[in-house]
């Protein structure tokens, strides 16, 4: 197949989220004195980014006792985007696909500001010729409509056309289902029985396609 596009998720794929919670959760807990089982319960509820903040920080409160209103702490995670660093290898990998002649994009859910700031944080934004962000939109994956979008933005067809990305709905089975061939970067959930068309070891591997 004739590669014209390759479009990627952006947390847990290009940009390393895990890094960049680590980086604010230690902030975090050390501004409000938070006991050392904060953080690894705090990731174990948000569940990669797919539970709600507003849902996690109460029940942490809840759950340890805690002396802070919820909303005083669920405000201070806006910033954790100044911490945001990209996945290894995500910026050799952006510019090599520029000079085959590839046009990239990222399509991700979430907050149009956070998602842009994110973005610039990790270097990718002058590296990718498209971001689609859900809130932006007003689509979000898995809806083939949004899927649809970024290719029309790109001027590529989805049979020419791979996405890249660590959610097993979201990246493998919502691309699959408009016609792109998905790989999957494990990074987060399980395949949960999804069955991607490559799995990659890492984003070196896209350059492989």
Known sequence: MSIHAILFDLDGTLHDRAATLRAWLAEHTRQFSLPDTYAPRFLELEDHGYRPK???IPQLVQ????PHHPQTLLDTYAHHVRHAVPMPH?????????????RTGIVTNGWEDLQRTCADRCGLT????DLVISRAVGLSKPDPAIYRLALNHLGVSAQHTWFVGDSPRNDIAGPQAVGLCAAWLPTTHPLQGKVPDVILRDLRDVLGL
Do not use: P, T, Y
């Open 54 to 56: 507003a849902q996690v």
């Open 63 to 66: 759950e340890l006792g805690l």
């Open 90 to 102: 995500a910026h050799a990998v952006l510019r090599e696909l520029r000079a085959r002649g590839v």
């Open 126 to 129: 002058d590296l990718i010729d």
